[in-house]
T-cell receptor
Framework: AQKVTQAQTEISVVEKEDVTLDCVYE???????LFWYKQPPSGELVFLIR??????QNEISGRYSWNFQKSTSSFNFTITASQVVDSAVYFC?????????????FGTGTQLKVEL | DTGVSQDPRHKITKRGQNVTFRCDPI?????LYWYRQTLGQGPEFLTY????????KSRLLSDRFSAERPKGSFSTLEIQRTEQGDSAMYLC????????????FGEGSRLTVL
């Protein structure tokens, strides 16, 4: 069975601070996808990134960066120089690479609050 | 490019009533998914369709729940004899069969059962 753990329930930072959101996953599959989604107060889940399990290269997109470490089954998300608009709930998710309908298994989310 | 659309956005009903939610996926997305999200939790998978075929249902989907996608386009999720425990956000998502696996979600339909 697949499982995603986001141990940080809530994080509060002051604007311009860097913040890292942790994600640890469990799966028996040798190939899989990992995702991060953002859920602002409006409720819509916004796709941020997908990572294939065979690609451990870290990725940077503007102020966002992701650190994938297969050895520790972690896929952490860092926001550099946080802004108030980053305030949202962030979900890490996992899916099979093939088969299983690519349905996503989500963690419980981390509520990020960025204050002035 | 129109996103995933869900209707209604909010529904308040009394226990025992039936409710129906509609989802219009992104056009040409042949896979459609329903998820349920309760307060403080991540979305939980309910069911998914490939075109009009319902290929998998979660054990969370009791007999009171039924989903359809009759022409492989929009989908409906009906809950019969609602219970207070059904109060949640019902999320719809879609994607192409090919591609990277990410789902594109709608804004959800929030159900409150009194």
């Amino acid at each position: 069975a697949q499982k995603v753990t986001q141990a940080q329930t809530e994080i509060s930072v002051v604007e311009k601070e860097d913040v890292t959101l942790d994600c640890v996953y469990e799966t028996r599959d040798t190939t899989y996808y990992l995702f991060w989604y953002k859920q602002p107060p409006s409720g819509e889940l916004v796709f941020l990134i997908r990572r294939n399990s065979f690609d451990e290269q870290n990725e940077i997109s503007g102020r966002y960066s992701w650190n994938f470490q297969k050895s520790t089954s972690s896929f952490n998300f860092t926001i550099t120089a946080s802004q108030v608009v980053d305030s949202a709930v962030y979900f890490c998710a996992l899916s099979e690479f093939t088969g299983g309908g690519n349905k996503l298994t989500f963690g419980t989310g981390t509520q990020l609050k960025v204050e002035l | 490019d129109t996103g995933v659309s869900q209707d209604p956005r909010h529904k308040i009903t009394k226990r025992g009533q039936n409710v129906t939610f509609r989802c219009d996926p992104i056009s040409e997305h042949n896979r459609l998914y329903w998820y349920r999200q309760t307060l403080g939790q991540g979305p939980e998978f309910l069911t998914y369709f490939q075109n009009e075929a319902q290929l998998e249902k979660s054990r969370l989907l009791s007999d009171r729940f039924s989903a359809e996608r009759p022409k492989g386009s929009f989908s409906t999720l009906e809950i019969q004899r609602t219970e207070q425990g059904d109060s949640a956000m019902y999320l719809c998502a879609s994607r192409r069969t090919s591609g990277g696996g990410e789902l594109f979600f709608g804004e959800g339909s929030r159900l409150t059962v009194l």
